[in-house]
């Protein structure tokens, strides 16, 4: 009896590894598979098919109806052909293969009828019925693992009995992903959040089950770091950026233009800066005008301004600002330094250098118009007269330390003038540029001499 059941054996091993070469059907094209002997064990059906894949079981991978599946060696259909792909058919063939139970892989699967997701064993067979927009894998081992779904256009995350474990919020399927990578590895329940949207388009952020933890109302939201993590996240309101703890309450008011400038000022309270050391540029909504914040979004320096510069590394003393068209600079507490005389924000800031310097007062002088006269004079970096407007016109005083001199006009001529106002060189030229060559000159000429005479001095 056992040598009968042994040669039973042997001849169903023969007969298994007989259907194992591929051949296409010359007349009708298409496929099947035939024994050694040169006839056909699996008839030609398919329209296209794969070699046996060989192992404690054999099968091989057909495609029927534009659609694959699997079928074993005597020609049965063990996966049926519903699969897109030969990789999804192939994968299901190979779980047929391992002899796992039916319903213990899941895959997911578009319905061609009304184009559902579902999932399906390796049978084919539907496990949970097509009911999603889309689908994904599942991911994880028993008894924690979920496959990313979509319903009503947002992703969420079903576990192996169908249940919707994680809330369909998610815009995308990798963040439901992460979000039930959350759920299996439950380091961070308490504390992981994630930017999301709800259906009016409001931005808000839940945790990992889809819940919402900070309401959704902002019209755009940063992550809390990397990770979802960080203490503070960078949200959008009216047009402007803050920033929010994990509880939402405001830690910097919406107040700043850019994402990039509200993490910027959240750096500075992450860092322990001082407060009061620190302050941005930014315009009050409701006028445009222009004051500076600190980094909670508080006013430093009241709006009502024009137009502003930074204070030099947005710690300094000093900031040039434009008020009634003209620019002056202001100090940390928005006390003026130098008024507002001046055209150009470069000049006023050239003042507030000498200021924050300690320069003599007058050192440098600055032409200016007198807006009632129509005269043209002097101001020193205060933006108080230092040569009495009574010209029709002037310009900048030439750099040198011991010869400062500068083109002005009056009478109709241009000359050159010393830093008391005096013309140095007589006003007999027709145009600036050529009283600029005549002052260039002279400073030349006037510092050479008063290294010479020096040296002179010097040698006796």
């Known amino acids: 009896m056992k040598k009968i059941l042994t040669t039973i054996c042997l001849l169903a091993g023969i007969g298994l590894c007989q259907a194992q070469t591929l051949f296409q059907d010359e007349v009708s094209k298409l496929y099947g598979y035939k024994n050694s002997d040169g006839s056909w064990l699996v008839a030609p059906q398919y329209q296209y098919a794969y070699p046996f894949e060989k192992g404690r079981k054999i099968f091989a991978v ?25 990789e999804e058919a192939l994968e299901c063939g190979r779980q047929w293969q391992t002899g796992d139970e039916p319903g213990k892989w899941l ?6 009828t009304d184009r559902k997701w579902g999932f399906v064993n390796y049978y084919g067979n539907w496990k949970f019925e097509p009911e999603y927009e889309d689908a994904g894998m599942f991911v994880g081992v028993e008894p924690k693992s979920f496959a990313p779904v979509k319903k009503n256009n947002r992703w969420g995350c079903i576990d192996r009995r169908g249940t919707m474990v994680i809330a369909p919020v998610f815009l995308e399927k990798e963040h439901a992903t992460e ?21 009016r388009g409001r931005w808000g952020y839940v945790d990992y089950l889809g819940r919402w933890v900070v309401d959704p109302k902002y019209q755009d939201c940063g992550h809390f770091g990397e990770d979802n993590m960080f203490e503070y996240a960078q949200v959008k309101r009216s047009g402007r ?9 405001e830690v910097s008011f919406c107040i700043f233009f850019s994402k990039e400038e509200a993490a ?28 500076w914040v600190d980094y909670s979004g508080e006013w430093a320096i009241q709006p009502k301004y024009q137009e502003v510069c930074n204070f030099p590394n947005d710690t300094g003393d000093f900031a040039a600002a434009k008020y009634n068209d003209f620019w002056g600079v202001v100090g940390t507490d ?17 003042a507030g250098q000498e200021w924050d310097t300690h320069q003599e007062l007058g050192h ?15 101001v020193n970096y205060k933006g108080e007269w230092s040569i009495i407007p009574h010209f029709q016109d002037a310009r900048t005083f030439i750099e040198t330390w011991n010869n400062r ?56």
Not at 241 to 249: F, P, Q
Not at 265 to 288: F, S
Not at 364 to 378: A, E, F, H, L
């Open 107 to 112: 895959y997911p699967l578009k319905n061609p």
């Open 62 to 86: 057909v495609r029927l109806d534009q659609r694959y599946g699997c079928i074993d060696n005597r020609g049965e259909m063990i996966v049926r052909s519903i699969f897109p792909t030969k």
């Open 179 to 199: 979000a039930g990578m959350q759920w299996i590895h439950g380091l961070h329940y308490t504390t992981w959040v994630y930017p999301t949207q709800n259906e």
């Open 264 to 291: 910027y000022a959240l750096k500075q309270k992450v860092d322990g800066r001082d407060i009061k050391g620190w302050r941005l540029p930014v315009t009050e909504p409701a006028t445009g005008l222009w004051g």
């Open 241 to 249: 950026w803050g920033n929010i703890d994990r509880k939402g309450e």
């Open 334 to 350: 928005g006390t003026l330094i130098t008024k507002h005389v001046f055209t150009l924000a470069s000049e006023a800031t050239k």
């Open 405 to 460: 001199v500068a083109p002005a006009k009056k009478e109709g001529k241009w000359g050159g003038i010393d830093h008391t106002g005096q013309f140095v060189i007589q006003n007999i030229y027709e145009t600036s540029a050529d009283a600029y060559k005549a002052c260039r000159e002279w400073a030349s000429k006037s510092k050479f001499n008063a290294y010479k005479e020096t040296t002179v001095r010097q040698s006796y």
């Open 364 to 378: 440098w002088q600055y032409p200016i118009k007198n807006t009632q006269t129509g005269y043209w004079g002097y």
